[in-house]
T-cell receptor, first 112, second 114 residues
């Protein structure tokens, strides 16, 4: 089963930052934190990943706590198109364990 | 931007029939995957494939399932004798190499078994 815990749902106002939390208290030293999202009935889409440092790309920022037991995905200016289910996944370095184990994720609803 | 494609988008079949789902991964990718998602449930890993053989498979991927890369571009999932519970969305994914952090998913094939 998935090794992460996420709230089942969250709301966010359009234009505001969406902060999605994830707990992964049993993460081991060589495991990365990945975030994917799934817009209604589409294939999952990679967002970002990190090991221990904070990461930022054109889609989002990832903040990982110093003890690595939790993280937050930040969408800085949420739009209606960001409405989706967001999955936090922990996995060993890419390839050592190829498959992704998806949990139930957080259903983010961005409202006008 | 290159993308994974899947055909058909929707397949309806009768219980007991064989079905083949088709995927064209991104051209320079080396690792290929199938996942499924039963309506309203989690995305579940089925199988990964590299160098013309299965790398990993889940307990869902039993003898009724098989995968093949018949040529340099296609990657197929065959279900030999479909059951009602095989009704699901099937997603193909690919990644460039073993150390890649990102899997690229296709749009999925909705399989309905009646």
């Amino acid at each position: 089963d998935a090794k992460t815990t996420q709230p089942p749902s969250m709301d966010c106002a359009e234009g505001r930052a969406a902060n999605l939390p994830c707990n992964h208290s049993t993460i081991s030293g060589n495991e990365y934190v990945y975030w994917y999202r799934q817009i209604h009935s589409q294939g999952p889409q990679y967002i970002i990943h990190g090991l221990k440092n904070n990461e930022t790309n054109e889609m989002a920022s990832l903040i990982i706590t110093e003890d690595r037991k939790s993280s937050t995905l930040i969408l800085p200016h949420a739009t209606l198109r960001d409405t989706a289910v967001y999955y936090c996944i922990v996995r060993g370095e890419g390839g050592s364990q190829g498959n992704l184990i998806f949990g139930k994720g957080t259903k983010l609803s961005v409202k006008p | 931007e290159p993308e994974v494609t899947q055909t058909p988008s929707h397949q309806v079949t009768q219980m007991g029939q064989e079905v083949i789902l088709h995927c064209v991964p991104i051209s320079n990718h080396l690792y290929f995957y199938w996942y499924r998602q039963i309506l309203g449930q989690k995305v579940e890993f089925l199988v990964s494939f590299y160098n013309n053989e299965i790398s990993e498979k889940s307990e869902i991927f039993d003898d009724q399932f098989s995968v093949e890369r018949p040529d340099g571009s296609n990657f197929t999932l065959k279900i030999r004798s479909t059951k009602l519970e095989d009704s699901a969305m099937y997603f193909c994914a690919s990644s460039p190499d073993r150390s890649s952090y990102e899997q690229y998913f296709g749009p999925g094939t909705r399989l309905t078994v009646t």
